[in-house]
């Protein structure tokens, strides 16, 4: 125990650059052990710049070698979620679930469906327990992209989503018949945004993404007044037209005191198979632009490609059936630097906003 102690102390000298205070003090460290020569520990990363993290990181490990200077120290990032204070204390929340982060687009024909299964399916692969909800009443699309066969079941208290590549999924497509068109009023898409909130057996999740419909219309309102929502992601093609349209979307978030966790360029560019030369069919700087404006991270640039399509299309989202395409790398990268934006979001609203963050 002293060991243990004394590498704790030690862990306290390391200054996190971004908030001023001790590493141990934030609640960084997880998973500290000190057994027969070895000591092990996480390091929650609330760095979205890797690079930072990482020194971060180094510094963790060279004062705990310091303190046991015959002991081997393995230590990691990790990107496991921190709850949202305001989901914790009841008010708002979905038992069970400690993130809700809706994807949202200013308008249609963006990849904001796409972006959402495969930005799920990036945060489980930082080993996060990861739901996806698919608000989108006037076009469900989730259950294709993620290759769902079966409709949900009802459970003891509430439904039980459909689990598909370990990802438990709820859609409104479930409940309404492919040949059958949605003409809802307002009342009847709240009561819809309830039963998808209220009742369904979600369990133990870090995050549930939930792919909004376009717009800013009656879900996009219920979900913000009902739901203690971590933060929103916002989708956008480069092209003009969809970023003035993605900004409206920020607007109504801010407006509905909702924050924005950062923005995704989808079709960023397309790259041709054969010479690998780049090509901006959509215009380029878009999300630059908005992260300018609106003082937001880019969380990532995913390139218009024929596979992500085609994935889709069968059920397999690209994540999983071609891990290693350029598309499948940004969005691994984006579900790594959203689980940062969150867990530094929430370190925040914790009580460490009274500390200047400094960049």
């Avoid at 057994?35 to 963790?60: H, I, M, W």
């Avoid at 046991?68 to 990107?79: C, M, N």
């Avoid at 979600?202 to 739901?227: E, F, H, M």
């Avoid at 030369?277 to 969380?299: C, H, K, M, N, T």
Wanted: net charge negative; with cysteine; hydrophobic share 45%.
């Amino acid at each position: 125990m002293a060991d243990l102690e004394r590498i704790q102390a030690a862990l306290r000298f390391v200054i996190h650059p971004a908030y001023g205070r001790s590493i141990v003090d934030l609640g960084l460290v997880q998973d500290l052990a000190a057994d027969e020569g070895l000591v092990r520990f996480k390091l929650q990363n609330t760095v979205p710049r890797s690079g930072r993290a990482e020194s971060v990181l180094r510094a963790a490990v060279e004062a705990a070698q310091a303190a046991a200077p015959d002991a081997r120290v393995e230590a990691d990032l990790t990107a496991s979620a921190r709850a949202n204070p305001a989901g914790a204390s009841g008010k708002g929340s979905i038992e069970g679930v400690s993130n809700i982060i809706p994807v949202a687009s200013g308008k249609g024909g963006v990849g904001k469906s796409t972006v959402s299964a495969n930005l799920a399916l990036a945060l489980a692969a930082t080993g996060a327990k990861v739901g996806l909800m698919d608000a989108d009443v006037y076009g469900p699309s989730i259950p294709h992209i993620m290759g769902a066969r079966e409709g949900p079941r009802h459970g003891g208290r509430g439904i039980i989503p459909v689990e598909t590549h370990g990802i438990p999924i709820i859609s409104t497509g479930f409940f309404v018949r492919k040949d059958q068109a949605v003409v809802w009023r307002g009342p009847m898409l709240a009561k819809m945004v309830e039963q998808l909130t209220n009742q369904v057996e979600w369990g133990l999740l870090d995050y549930l993404v939930i792919d909004l419909p376009p717009g800013t219309g009656d879900v996009q309102l219920s979900l913000c007044q009902r739901l203690a929502l971590t933060g929103a992601v916002v989708v956008t093609t480069p092209q003009p037209m969809a970023v003035n349209v993605a900004e409206k979307a920020i607007i109504m978030f801010q407006q509905l005191k909702t924050p924005i966790l950062g923005v995704v360029e989808n079709m960023s560019y397309f790259e041709s198979r054969a010479t690998g030369e780049r090509e901006y069919i959509f215009g380029s700087g878009g999300a630059d632009r908005i992260a300018q404006q609106w003082s937001i991270p880019v969380l990532g640039r995913v390139p218009l490609a024929t596979t992500v399509r085609e994935t889709s299309d069968e059920g397999t989202p690209i994540v999983l059936a071609e891990p290693d395409a350029p598309a499948s790398r940004a969005f691994l990268e984006v579900g790594k630097q959203l689980a940062a934006e969150v867990a530094m979001h929430n370190l925040k609203a914790e009580g460490e906003s009274m500390v200047k963050i400094t960049f």
